[in-house]
């Protein structure tokens, strides 16, 4: 039985990086071999080295929107900061939000939100609570939803994770994205796909590889706290997932022809061991996951895997672990401190084969 506590270590907090690198394919890669055990300290764009003719990888396309809105009580004018989650019903405008103070945000309040840069205003009611922190709302807006969506948009600022500690910036808006972000809706970065550039996109075109898309929209089930000792019995809240019939196909092509099969981050990895035949080849399928990836978790799609260094005891970190072995997972996070690796969204990245 995997158990928390076996997820646990200490992050040297000057390893945790706010700025991404200046180029991201010069981040820095450690290659684990599952097998021997080996560990090798790269460049990121060293990673088209460990790849060939008809290998496979996957990349998840979604796009982070400008999730966090701040605004005011409409009676007292406190502030209130709105970080919204995932939109519930699209004809009556309905958020689920997370709402910072959450004490002093209760059903009936209304919300104003104001552009100061343009006028625009728009103001939400809270129709119901969720958890401690989580609400829902209804926005009120007179004019199309293509409209709504773009004042709504204008209104937010990129979701920068709370442990960057500053506001971001114009520079933010493009660095905390892929280069594949395409499909708006997540609220934090597929970070492991933040490391490719154009180059080494046409070097994995020149050499054969096959790239795909999947969609994967990273919501709050990746970042609530694992409150449970025993595993099996947490729960992850859902998040909306796309595989399409083109994407399905070069990936069971590659399998069948017995190819390196990697996912580009652990969300990427969530969405294709969700929809397994029983063939075991992937599924094209839109719909929800709530699939938790641990220890002793039997992949079926993926073989190789390209992730970010994380915290412990985290979805992300404990899917790493499952997929390239507890043990050898603890070794080379004990040996990327040792060597100051960077760690989190904006730092750098390991490659396990």
């Known amino acids: 039985m995997a158990k928390l506590g076996q997820f646990s270590f200490t992050v040297p907090e000057h390893l945790i990086s706010n700025k991404p690198a200046i180029y991201r394919d010069e981040s820095r890669l450690m290659v684990v071999h599952k097998d021997s055990g080996e560990i ?46 995932r939109e519930l019903n699209k004809e009556n405008l309905l958020w689920d939000v997370v709402v910072d103070p959450a004490r002093k945000v209760r059903i009936g309040n209304k919300l104003i ?13 809270v129709i119901d609570n969720t958890t401690s922190k989580g609400r829902t709302i209804r926005f009120y807006f007179d004019g199309s939803y293509e409209e ?38 997540s609220i934090a970065a597929p970070a492991a796909g933040m490391h490719f550039s154009k180059e080494i996109l046409k070097w994995f075109e020149i050499k054969g590889v096959d790239l795909t898309e999947v969609t994967l929209h990273i919501g709050l089930a990746s970042f609530r706290g694992i409150e449970v000792e025993d595993l099996s019995k947490h729960k992850m809240e859902s998040e909306n997932f796309y595989v399409s019939p083109e994407a399905a196909k070069i990936v069971n092509q590659g399998i069948q022809n017995k190819k390196r099969i990697c996912a580009i981050g652990t969300s990427t990895l969530r969405a294709i061991e969700s929809s397994v035949s029983t063939l075991s080849e992937l599924l094209p399928i839109e719909g929800w996951t709530e699939k938790f990836i641990y220890p002793q978790y039997d992949f079926k799609i993926a073989n190789a895997l390209v992730t970010n260094f994380h915290a412990p005891k985290t979805p992300f970190y404990i899917a790493t672990t499952a997929f390239g072995g507890l043990e050898l997972i603890k070794k080379a996070y004990q040996v990327a401190i040792k060597e100051n690796y960077k760690f989190l969204d904006y730092g750098d990245v390991m490659l396990i084969i």
């Open 40 to 85: 090798e300290h790269k460049k990121f764009k060293d990673i088209i080295n460990y790849f060939g003719e008809g290998d496979v990888t996957i990349v998840n396309n979604s796009k982070v929107f400008p999730a966090r809105l701040h605004g005011t009580k409409e009676k007292t004018g406190a502030k209130i900061e709105v970080f919204l989650l």
């Open 113 to 125: 939100f104001n552009n100061e840069l343009n006028g625009e205003m728009l103001v939400a009611e």
């Open 148 to 185: 709504f969506q773009r004042v709504l948009h204008a209104m937010g600022s990129t979701p920068l994770p709370r442990y960057m500690e500053r506001e971001p910036d114009s520079d933010d808006e493009e660095s905390y994205q892929t280069i594949f972000a395409k499909q708006k809706g």
